[in-house]
């Protein structure tokens, strides 16, 4: 690959940590493509990286539609050459106690996380295969280990593990890393409404959150995206099927 410009999918891009790592991808030289459901969301994300001197596109799409998400690969692959990285980050949660959670709030989280993912997986692979090359990095949570509230999102992130460790025994032998990241509390827009909902200021949830974090902090996006970049890049090649906790020390 050396000499040849990597292309990188990155869904629920417009914001959070799908925007840190499409902006930390875009440093190292790689075009990125924002995906999102809100494509005015996604241009602004897209305009403020080439702002700072990178490459990317902006791409409405909805990770649960299985036309969407094939158009929008093969989209990508025809008007920049390639696709070689896939960040499946697009997320959503319905948080509830399981005797309140609905079956749309369980189904809702469970498309998005889980069906999302292996559609844009599938549709990368065709590619990659082809290639011989690709990374994969999925987007699970420390949340995989059981948290209460978050019946349908523990579940759906665990699933994104057992996702993660079966394509990367599939797909190793044609070139292609598969690994995943499980975010600790990192500040973004879904963490302060979990504030709000709680009664609380995001200031006062954060304190909180850090008060019980061994290093003392909340993480930030670019946390997340600095390990994102690091399994995306060819110094992990010998890494796959792995499930990397960024969450400074605490776990839930």
């Known amino acids: 690959m050396s000499g040849k410009r990597r292309v990188a999918f990155v869904t629920g891009a417009a914001r959070g940590i799908g925007a840190g790592t499409a902006a930390r991808l875009a440093a190292d030289g790689i075009a990125v493509v924002i995906a999102d459901l809100d494509e005015t969301a996604c241009k602004a994300t897209a305009d403020a990286i080439v702002a700072d001197g990178g490459t990317a596109i902006a791409l409405g799409c909805n990770v649960t539609d299985e036309a969407q998400v094939d158009a929008a690969v093969d989209h990508v692959v025809a008007e920049l050459g390639s696709l070689d990285i896939l960040v499946n980050n697009a997320g959503v949660t319905r948080d509830n106690l399981l005797f309140k959670m609905s079956a749309d709030d369980w189904d809702t989280v469970m498309s998005v996380h889980l069906r999302g993912a292996f559609l844009c997986s599938r549709a990368a692979q065709r590619h990659m295969v082809k290639a011989k090359y690709g990374k994969i990095v999925n987007t699970s949570s420390v949340s995989a280990l059981g948290n209460r509230g978050q019946a349908n999102y523990s579940a759906a992130k665990m699933g994104i ?63 997340i995206a600095n390990a994102v970049a690091f399994l995306a890049s060819d110094q992990a090649s010998f890494i796959t099927g792995q499930t990397l906790y960024v969450d400074g020390g605490r776990r839930l």
Do not use: C, S, Y
Not at 197 to 216: D, F, N, S
């Open 161 to 223: 593990q057992g996702l993660t460790r079966t394509l990367a025994i599939e797909l190793g032998p044609f070139g292609i890393n598969v690994n995943a990241v499980a975010p600790g509390f990192i500040v973004t827009e879904m963490t302060i409404a979990t504030a709000e909902r709680m009664g609380l200021t995001p200031e006062e949830h954060q304190a909180k959150a850090a008060a019980i974090t061994p290093v003392r902090r909340v993480g930030q996006p670019e946390d």
